[in-house]
């Protein structure tokens, strides 16, 4: 789903919703070295969700639920859930749970805030994560669209004009294209100069 689709639901520009993205931009960047090459253990993440739903005052999705929604998770992807997962340790974020829930209960926003965040992420590998901080950043601002809470401070528009410029699959994306075409234009000037070459050689004669 493109990015900005995760901000139309908001009304006046604003979701009803806001958090501080610097807590919880500390909080996920404490937690990604120790995910790191982790093998993540799938029952222990269910487990800690439910837990953070729990805490929340929200019903957790149940065990057979939540285990339909994981089949296509590989280790990585199993890593990033892990991490979006820590983020119901903050009590800013546990708090907006119960209001963003909605009529289709727990199991809808997990599939959408949680495992959707980790399939939809593959770029953005824990790796990646511990060695720049825009890619947390990137992350962060993900999960919050994806939850439906705003960004304090950002009107809606702001918010995913950042993650757009953000967006690490662009960023390769325009800077294969600059490769392609710096090639493109190399074969161009290579190509030239032979025809002046030969050219020149033909005058010669």
Known sequence: MPIADWFRKRPNGRATVAIDLGPLEAALAE???RLENAEV???????????????????PPVPDAFDKLVPDLDAE??????LAVCALNLPEVCATVPGLVGNAGAIAQVKE????????????TMTLLRQ??????????????????????????QS??????????????????AKVSAEERMEYLRQLQEDQ?????????
């Open 132 to 157: 720049s901080p825009l890619r947390v950043e990137e992350f962060a601002r993900h999960f919050l669209a994806r939850l439906g809470t705003a960004v304090s401070g950002e009107t809606a528009a």
């Open 31 to 33: 937690i990604v070295p």
């Open 77 to 82: 992807a199993w890593r990033r859930l892990a």
């Open 41 to 59: 253990e799938p029952d222990l993440v269910r487990a800690r969700l439910a837990d953070g739903y729990r805490d929340a005052g929200v019903n």
């Open 160 to 177: 995913r004009e950042r993650l757009e410029r953000l967006d690490y699959g662009r960023l390769l994306a325009e800077a294969e294209r």
């Open 197 to 205: 070459a030969r050219r020149a050689r033909r005058g010669k004669w």
């Open 113 to 124: 805030a949680f495992v959707g965040l980790a399939l939809a992420t593959p770029l953005l």
